[in-house]
Nanobody
């Protein structure tokens, strides 16, 4: 059974940082690119980032490029998203998902709230 479990969210002040993690199981992790998608309150899903199977290529939404860094540890079946210079507009539920164009499996999400 494919499982994706996010962690690391929380309440942070503007300008702060967080590191989100996604623990994967039930499939061969390094066979797949992995993505982050977020959903702000009252809004639709927004793709954030995708990382290639080997971590050598990363892709980011223009709205966050330069502040977010995606990485992966294939030995530990773990995906990470480092978020710096957080803004109130980054408040959202952050999901990790398997794949790049077809996101067949999703985690339950981790909440990031940016507020002073």
């Amino acid at each position: 059974e494919v499982q994706l479990v996010e962690s690391g969210g929380g309440l942070v002040q503007p300008g702060g940082s967080l590191r989100l993690s996604c623990a994967a199981s039930g499939f061969t992790f390094d066979d797949y690119p992995m993505s982050w998608v977020r959903q702000a309150p009252g809004k639709g899903l927004e793709w954030v980032s995708t990382i290639s199977w080997n971590g050598r290529s990363t892709y980011y939404a223009e709205s966050i490029e330069g502040r977010f860094t995606s990485s992966r540890d294939n030995a530990k079946n773990t995906l990470h998203l480092q978020i710096n210079s957080l803004e109130p507009g980054d408040t959202a539920l952050y999901y990790c998902a398997r794949g790049r164009y077809e996101l067949a499996y999703w985690g339950q999400g981790t909440q990031v709230t940016v507020s002073s």
